[in-house]
């Protein structure tokens, strides 16, 4: 079973950047999709964006498209998540995944159902 860390949360003005990491243990990171999502207290967990394992294709939420960006270094074991021009709405805990399949297209979807393995979360703040 693979564990997942994240880790570069915190406060930020509305405006600002964070970027957080997730990083994986085991062997496998680079057979699988990667996904982000996030979650706020009384709402569903919700699709941030996703990465294909190869890191050469990635899908974004409407929400968060064109200011957030995903990456991976498979080297490092690691998924990222670039997140410039913050704002209040994006206030929520921000989770890591891995998609349940290493192969076919389901994880471009980022239906929340077919990601596994979920980190503990890192909670981002942005203030008004």
């Known amino acids: 079973q693979v564990q997942l860390v994240e880790s570069g949360g915190g406060l930020v003005q509305a405006g600002g950047s964070l970027r957080l990491s997730c990083a994986a243990s085991?062997?496998?990171?680079?057979?699988?999709?990667m996904g982000w999502f996030r979650q706020v207290p009384g709402k569903e967990r919700e699709f941030v964006a996703t990465i294909k394992w190869s890191g050469d294709s990635a899908y974004y939420a409407d929400s968060v498209e064109g200011r957030f960006t995903i990456s991976r270094d498979n080297a490092k074991n690691t998924v990222y998540l670039q997140m410039n021009s913050l704002k209040p709405d994006d206030t929520a805990v921000y989770y890591c995944?891995?998609?349940?399949?290493?192969?076919?297209?389901?994880?471009?979807?980022?239906?929340?159902?077919?990601?596994?393995?979920w980190g503990q979360g890192t909670q981002v703040t942005v203030s008004s």
């Open positions: 995944a891995r998609h349940i399949r290493s192969s076919g297209s389901s994880w471009a979807v980022g239906a929340v159902a077919d990601f596994g393995s």
């Open positions: 085991g062997r496998t990171f680079s057979s699988y999709a």
